[in-house]
């Protein structure tokens, strides 16, 4: 099947900086990427669409301003967690689609704010 | 706007027990239907899927699911569990093949050896 791959795994920083994650995928081209945030013992919550060439999709409730996201190729999209606080702490999924439906998801990445 | 209801947020069994996990959804038109696994350490992946056809598919490692409409249900089944069939199970329901697709709580299954 389809790989999606994140990067970094882990990352941990200090309150009010600002974090980037990357979601590649790497043997097919994604017109469309997802981002979830992911509670413990919780679901996924949808956080917004990233469509490649134009703007994200934000779910209601995500502050947009806070969650950057940019979709700049048919293999990369970019999460970034600006002016970062422990409320922001969470384990953020990206997962992405051949239009068939089925998502590929990338292996999470585990935000530790300070 | 469509919602995932697992019924089962945590199940215990025994290997070689059978398996049933509910998962119902609301919405009224068509829909593409999934469960996802998450084994422990690892990212989410697609244990079966229905698009149309069948109702009862199948999927890897012996998981089937039956697509039940009048009840709005697609139900995960497995007839005997294995200790390697613990993690994380999600529901997942889309209504396009764009791959939005809403997540139902998920039901942690450990298995005992």
């Known amino acids: 099947g389809a790989v999606v791959s994140q990067h970094p795994s882990r990352v941990i920083c200090k309150s009010g900086t600002s974090v980037k994650i990357e979601c590649r995928s790497l043997d097919f081209q994604a017109t469309t990427m997802f981002w979830y945030r992911q509670f413990p013992k919780k679901s996924l919550m949808l956080m917004a669409t990233?469509?490649?060439?134009?703007?994200?999709?934000?779910e209601q409730g995500v502050e947009k301003d806070k969650f950057l996201i940019n979709h700049a190729s048919l293999t990369l999209s970019t999460l970034t967690v600006t002016s970062a606080h422990p409320e922001d702490s969470s384990f953020y999924i990206c997962?992405?689609?051949?239009?068939?439906?089925?998502?590929?998801f990338g292996e999470g990445s585990r935000l530790t704010v300070l | 706007a469509q919602s995932v209801s697992q019924h089962n947020h945590h199940v215990i069994l025994s290997e070689a027990a059978s398996l049933e996990l509910g998962c119902n959804y609301s919405?009224?038109?068509?829909?593409?239907l999934f469960w996802y696994v998450q084994y422990p350490g690892q990212h989410l992946q697609l244990l079966l899927k229905y698009f149309s056809g069948d109702p009862l598919v199948k999927g890897i490692k012996g998981f089937e699911a039956e697509f039940i409409k009048s009840k709005f249900s697609f139900n995960l089944r497995k007839p005997s569990v294995q200790w390697s069939d613990t993690a994380e199970y999600f529901c997942a329901v889309s209504n396009t093949n764009a791959g939005k697709s809403t997540f139902g709580d998920g039901t942690t299954l450990t298995v005992k050896p």
């Open positions: 919405y009224g038109g068509t829909v593409n």
């Open positions: 997962s992405a689609s051949q239009n068939t439906g089925e998502l590929f």
């Open positions: 990233s469509n490649e060439g134009s703007k994200a999709t934000y």
